[in-house]
């Protein structure tokens, strides 16, 4: 769809790029399509508006395009990984509170990265605030056992609370 829409955008760019700056040109497409759009009154008397509308609508649809391929099939973001994105959108949902739909994009990245420490403090948070505390705690104490030097982790875990368990190097 997001196809689509950036080849209507282009359509719409060039007839809107035409109207503008080359009316002659709809002039002759005008003599093929004797149309209400295309009339040779209508075209001189309204060319710039109809041009600067059809530009703004091929921006339009060339933008929604542009970011619907973005943020479907995450491509197209230099300098950051797919595992990347799915965390940031897990965190943009977690922040919505929307934590079982952060709760899948987590389970994409351990998926193939079982012991990823960002993901799975993710996981944790999202229990966490969802109201499952104690899962939460557990799943953010195991991952302290992969990595006891977490400064995030350990400050997560002061700020919930569970410090008294976590001494000040990060070590049960």
């Known amino acids: 769809m997001e196809i689509v829409k950036l080849l209507v955008a282009l359509v719409l760019l ?3 790029t035409g109207y ?14 004797k149309k209400y759009l295309f009339n040779d009154a209508y075209i001189v008397k309204n060319r710039r508006k109809a041009g600067a ?17 973005v943020s479907e099939k995450n491509i197209g973001i230099p ?6 994105v799915l965390l940031y959108k897990a965190s943009q949902l ?27 403090i993710k996981v ?7 109201g499952e505390r104690q899962q939460g705690v557990k799943i953010w104490l195991q991952v302290l056992k992969l990595d006891p ?8 875990l002061r700020t919930h609370r569970v410090g008294s368990r976590v001494n000040k190097e990060g070590n049960k």
């Open 94 to 120: 977690i922040y919505a509170q929307q934590y079982d739909d952060a709760l899948t994009f987590c389970n994409e990245i351990l998926r193939e990265d079982p012991k990823n420490v960002k993901a799975l």
């Open 79 to 84: 300098g950051l990984t797919q595992n990347e």
């Open 53 to 69: 509308l059809l530009i703004l609508l091929a921006i339009l649809l060339a933008y929604s395009g542009f970011v619907g391929l």
């Open 149 to 156: 030097k977490n400064k995030e982790l350990i400050e997560l």
């Open 20 to 33: 503008y700056f080359f009316p002659n040109f709809i002039i002759k497409i005008n003599e093929f399509a």
């Open 124 to 130: 944790g948070m999202a229990h966490y605030l969802k």
């Open 14 to 16: 060039l007839i809107g």
